[in-house]
């Protein structure tokens, strides 16, 4: 049922393992949503174009009197005052010399005037002629000249940009009440095997409860998927066929456990069945060696192995990065720095290992430390871990001081 391992094909590693994954997700097709909230976390489908000048007329940055440069040689005047502009309205006179007009932030420059003095460099005398003392002005001293945050025609957004908050706010100033977008991935999440339970279930002998389902449906809603949890299928291929066939209806299937060697490990056989083709079974890492991935027709089909920690270091290293790049992301990930062991560190391990350990910033940079781990079914080290240190095969005592490439989980 497993792939066959043979000398002539080694195994292939972690980072061309989801290079080969990654070859097969592409972005999804865009949908249009509303602005807000939909497209927040979204990733823009097409590129973004201003319609207009912004502003669209040279504009006060302040409150305080438009004037003419020429009308304050040393800064000190005493004006009458024109009119009072508010934003949004459109001046009423042209600002004659020895003149100045009331304005306030964002309200269009009057013609002729050509700097704005802040009021607080001023005071309405009891006649209504404003006293000015200030610098001599500059011209275009506190304006926001027309075109100067973007100009008609420009590309204000280009596609594959992330929509954050900031990018909601220029989708709505470029008049985008809704917006092509690509969609979330839908993920379905599938337990399997007969010992287990839901956790609202008391376990029988030999049972234990299902921490990958719940955990699973976190990591893809944290990744940003829609997410089904189709529950627990038994190690039948009777039971294991119908759940895999609904969950072939998403863009990405995740069965956790099935996938190794054991009599009962049916579900690499049962998706081949199901017509899923395989392009990989098993990688040279350490958890989660006996990790499957397959499609079929654009569903994407990972079989993570059973032991949490396998599940868990499986989905952030193939699956989040997946999950990315079908959401439209430039960068899959997964986010990955360098940092220095903050102790000695003996270890010994025969495939590249992704060990739970904690991350700190500190003054000096990135410091990391193994946290205690008793293996692949050790969920709890997690619990006390933020990234994952990824060490060599082989027998080494790592030097305090040594760099080595981290994987963050909290970010
Ligand atoms: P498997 O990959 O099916 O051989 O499972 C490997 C180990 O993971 C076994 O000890 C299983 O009992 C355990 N396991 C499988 N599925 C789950 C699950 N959903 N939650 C917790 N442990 C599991
Ligand atoms: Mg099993």
Redesign the pocket.
């Known amino acids: 049922m497993n792939a066959p391992e043979t000398k002539s094909s080694p195994l292939l590693g972690v980072a061309d393992a989801r290079a080969l994954m990654l070859s097969h997700a592409c972005a999804l097709p865009p949908e249009t949503v509303p602005l807000s909230p939909s497209a927040l976390g979204r990733v823009l489908a097409d590129a973004l174009v201003s319609d207009r000048d912004l502003p669209p007329a040279d504009r006060s940055a302040m409150d305080g009197y438009a004037v003419r440069c020429a009308d304050l040689p040393e800064g000190r005047a005493i004006l009458p005052v024109l009119e009072e502009i508010t934003a949004g309205r459109v001046p009423q006179h042209a600002l004659r010399p020895g003149f100045a007009s009331r304005i306030m932030t964002g309200a269009p420059l009057p013609p002729g005037a050509d700097a704005v003095v802040v009021v607080e460099r001023t005071r309405l005398l009891d006649d209504g002629r404003a006293q000015i003392e200030d610098r001599p002005p500059r011209p275009g001293q506190n304006v926001m000249p027309r075109g100067k945050e973007m100009r008609t025609g420009d590309v204000i957004l280009p596609a594959g940009t992330l929509l954050r908050p900031p990018e909601i706010g220029l989708l709505a100033t470029l008049g985008q009440a809704a917006v092509r977008v690509v969609p979330a991935p839908r993920v379905a999440i599938l ?3 007969d ?2 339970v839901e956790p609202d279930q008391e376990p029988g002998p030999g049972q ?6 719940p955990m699973l449906v976190a990591q893809a809603e944290r990744a940003g998927a829609v997410v089904r949890y189709l529950g627990i299928a038994r190690d039948r291929l009777d039971s294991l066929r119908p759940k895999i066939e609904d969950g072939l209806g998403d863009d990405v299937l995740v069965l ?5 060697a ?1 009599t009962l ?1 049916l579900v690499p056989g049962a998706l081949r069945e199901l017509g899923v083709v395989a392009h990989l079974h098993k990688v040279e890492m350490k958890p989660g060696k ?1 990790v499957f991935f397959g499609t079929r027709g654009r569903t994407l089909v990972f079989g993570l ?4 920690v396998s599940s868990l270091v499986c989905f952030e290293l193939f699956l989040r990065p997946a999950l990315r790049r079908l959401a439209g992301h430039a960068e899959p990930g997964p986010p990955t720095v360098s940092a220095l062991l903050a102790a000695d560190y003996a270890y010994r391990t025969d495939r590249p290992t992704y060990h739970p350990a904690r991350l700190d910033a500190t003054s000096e940079g990135w410091r990391v430390r193994a946290v205690p781990w008793l293996g692949s ?1 050790d969920l709890r080290a997690l619990s006390q871990a933020n990234a994952l240190l990824v060490l060599p095969a082989g027998d080494h005592r790592h030097q305090a001081g040594q760099a080595f490439s981290v994987v963050r989980l909290d970010f």
């Open positions: 337990s399997t095997g010992e287990v234990i409860r299902n921490s990958n389902g956790s456990g099935g996938v190794s054991g490990d006996p192995p059973g032991n949490p079914a």
